[in-house]
């Protein structure tokens, strides 16, 4: 019963833990980042523009432009006729990423903000986090909001 109960108060904590944090702070700074460079977010399957390329240039580009050809159509080989992959270890739905890509960076920061704030209040880069992804979607009152607690609003009783 003692074990059940300790992996009880584990789970409690490990969203709030060190290590969850830090991952969440970098997936929160990658999302802030495609959505202040939204070229980043852009998939390389488009074709460039070769009007505007030398000779060179151009063969460079299309030779580069067949060989992710070529790995994409190695990729749809390496599945059978179901779509499923034929190595039973590797079941990525989207290996490269293009979905989440896909996705509003804002909104799925807000979600790991908001887990971060809830159960990793006592680390300032939570703060620190929620402020900018609030200024992002201009939600200013939150982003100057400390806590839950209402520690704003103790903290302005002791200056009157």
């Given at each position: 019963m003692r074990a059940y109960v300790d992996v009880l108060r584990f789970e409690d904590?490990?969203?709030?833990?060190e290590f969850y944090q830090a991952a969440a702070d970098g997936l929160i700074k990658s999302y802030l980042f495609l959505y202040d460079n939204p070229a980043a977010a852009k998939t390389d399957l488009e074709e460039p523009d070769y009007s505007s390329m030398s000779a060179a240039e151009r063969?460079?580009?299309?030779?580069?432009?067949r060989k992710k050809k070529k790995s994409a159509e190695r990729e749809t080989q390496s599945k059978d006729g179901n779509g499923q992959s034929r190595n039973p270890?590797?079941?990525?739905?989207d290996p490269r990423?293009?979905?989440?890509?896909?996705?509003?960076p804002l909104e799925e920061a807000k979600k790991y903000v908001?887990?971060?704030v809830?159960?990793?209040p006592n680390f300032i880069s939570t703060w620190l986090?929620?402020?900018?992804?609030?200024?992002?979607?201009?939600?200013?009152?939150?982003?100057?909001?400390?806590?839950?607690?209402?520690?704003?609003?103790?903290e302005s009783k002791s200056f009157r």
């Open positions: 904590r490990i969203w709030g833990h063969k460079k580009a299309k030779a580069i432009a270890g590797s079941v990525h739905d990423g293009e979905l989440l890509l896909k996705r509003d908001n887990t971060l809830n159960s990793a986090l929620r402020y900018d992804v609030a200024i992002r979607r201009q939600k200013m009152l939150m982003a100057l909001q400390v806590s839950e607690e209402g520690d704003v609003a103790n």
